[in-house]
């Protein structure tokens, strides 16, 4: 069976936002630095959708990383799965068993899913406990949201081409105060391009700036609606604050779409 379009982009999702902010927890977390510090290896996911395969492969560098888009041929690890769906339902973090190929390096599947469990701190449901957990959780979220507007806007989605296409050129800031969280998302005539960061070449059309590691949070597990969240101080809106609610209604579709 054919994926519908929603699984399509979902997968887009997963494999152009998701993955590659495994980055961050591979410099970011001590204990998951040092597992994969002396590993080089290709680990790749993939999913039948009616006679064509769709996928993504992980490549581990020593201490480098990376994301490369597309199925090939040599990966030391291959998850493979029967549909987009049941991918798409794995890496939300629901019980699916993919068939697993290529197991010749020792202790490469465990440190993998020990990883992909890691991101599992950025499910809606997930409220860490500790500084380092909440503010992680927070750099990851922000890190992949602002590409996956990018990537839902490049993926084809009716309403974000709409809202980009009649755009100039303009920036929309993320940033968490007292912290170095920090992510853009530039749009310019229907084109979309996400950076991390504080995008330094102009103002900003809109500055989401979060108060703090806990308001941010608030927001991300929507303990406070947005417009409420603005209103309790969590959040404060510079520039066009009808434009930060248009993009923060984007936010909530894509986290429905990976969850």
Not at 59 to 84: L, P, R, T, Y
Request: glycine share 8%; hydrophobic share 45%.
């Amino acid at each position: 069976m054919a994926a519908t379009e929603r699984e399509l982009m979902a997968a887009r999702i997963f494999m152009r936002a998701v993955f590659p902010v495994m980055k961050v927890v591979l410099n970011d977390v001590p204990s998951m630095k040092k597992k994969f510090e002396n590993v080089k290896a290709r680990v790749q996911f993939v999913a039948h959708n009616d006679g064509e395969k769709i996928g993504a492969c992980l490549v581990f560098d020593n201490s480098d990383f990376k994301v490369e888009q597309g199925v090939f041929e040599k990966a030391d690890i291959i998850f493979s799965f029967k549909s987009v769906k049941k991918m798409n339902d794995m890496l939300a973090g629901k019980p699916v068993f993919p068939s697993i190929k290529g197991m010749s390096k020792p202790g490469l599947l465990m440190k993998v899913m020990g990883l992909l469990l890691s991101l599992k701190i950025m499910m809606p449901n997930a409220r860490p406990k500790s500084y380092e957990k909440k503010y992680l959780k927070v750099k990851l979220a922000f890190y992949m949201i602002t590409t996956a507007l990018s990537q839902y806007n490049k993926g084809g989605d009716p309403d974000m081409m709409k809202w980009t296409s009649k755009q100039p050129d303009r920036i929309y800031q993320m940033s968490v105060e007292g912290t170095d969280i920090a992510a853009y998302l530039r749009v310019k005539a229907g084109n979309t391009k996400a950076g991390r960061g504080v995008y330094e070449r102009r103002r900003p059309f809109v500055h989401m700036k979060f108060h703090g590691v806990d308001g941010a949070l608030a927001v991300l597990l929507r303990d406070e609606e947005f417009v409420g969240a603005v209103g309790k101080g969590f959040v404060t809106i510079e520039g066009a604050p009808e434009y930060g609610a248009q993009i923060n209604d984007f936010m909530q579709r894509i986290q429905a779409l990976v969850t």
